[in-house]
């Protein structure tokens, strides 16, 4: 039978599943399942089956929204993942990135006991000087006195056309003198380390 517009009801011997018409209800008949008399009397679950049945088509229609709506989901999370590094997927609550410049290595050469580091040319912010400064490193366990570093100058050519210096009075036990020496020359385009001496 159709669930549209019948009751449903057990026999009240056999437990027998029975429906029937809303004009047949309280009526005695017999079961047709065990034969006893029993009587009709519509049961809740017969109302909540014509309720189920009515709402049947908007489950469905929610249930068709909800697995587009995980498909598109889906599919959104799978396209950043293959445009995305795996480091910077999405998570909860993320923590902004601050993009970090690794500190180039300086690459020293070693020169009379100490280490010098390459040597670049800077002009003076409002004016014309020009210096050339660079590290040298007291990689020793003991003080470093009168220090003295000595620069060729040379041109776009590579020609010596000077000399610059810079000296200071005591370098530190492991530790960095960042020298910087004056040039004169307006020709020059670099300086490289001659020498570096101590007063003993």
């Known amino acids: 039978m159709s669930d549209s517009g019948y009751l449903k009801s057990a026999c009240q011997k056999c437990g027998g599943h029975l429906e029937f018409s809303p004009a047949g209800a309280g009526e005695t008949i017999a079961c047709p ?41 889906a599919g959104i999370i799978l396209y950043r993942a293959k445009l995305l590094p795996a480091s910077s997927h999405p998570v909860s609550n993320p923590v902004p990135q601050v993009p970090t410049n690794p500190v180039p290595r300086i690459v020293f050469a070693r020169l009379n006991d100490f280490n010098v580091g390459p040597v670049t040319l800077k002009k003076t912010e409002g004016s014309s000087l020009v210096y050339a400064m660079g590290i040298i490193q007291n990689d020793s366990s003991r003080q470093r006195f009168g220090v003295r570093i ?4 040379l041109d776009a050519q590579t020609n010596k056309i000077g000399t610059a210096s810079d000296y ?24 490289r380390p001659a020498l570096v001496e101590e007063q003993k």
Request: proline content about 6%; hydrophobic content about 50%.
């Open 33 to 73: 399942h065990c034969g006893a008399p029993t009587t009709l009397v519509a049961n809740s679950s017969g109302a909540d089956s014509q309720k189920s049945a009515a709402s049947r088509p908007k489950m469905i229609a929610v249930v068709i929204v909800a697995i587009v709506f995980i498909a598109v989901a």
């Open 150 to 153: 000595q620069l060729d100058v």
């Open 168 to 191: 200071i009075s005591v370098i530190e036990p492991n530790k960095d003198w960042q020298f910087k020496a004056l040039l004169t020359e307006p020709k020059a385009v670099q300086a």
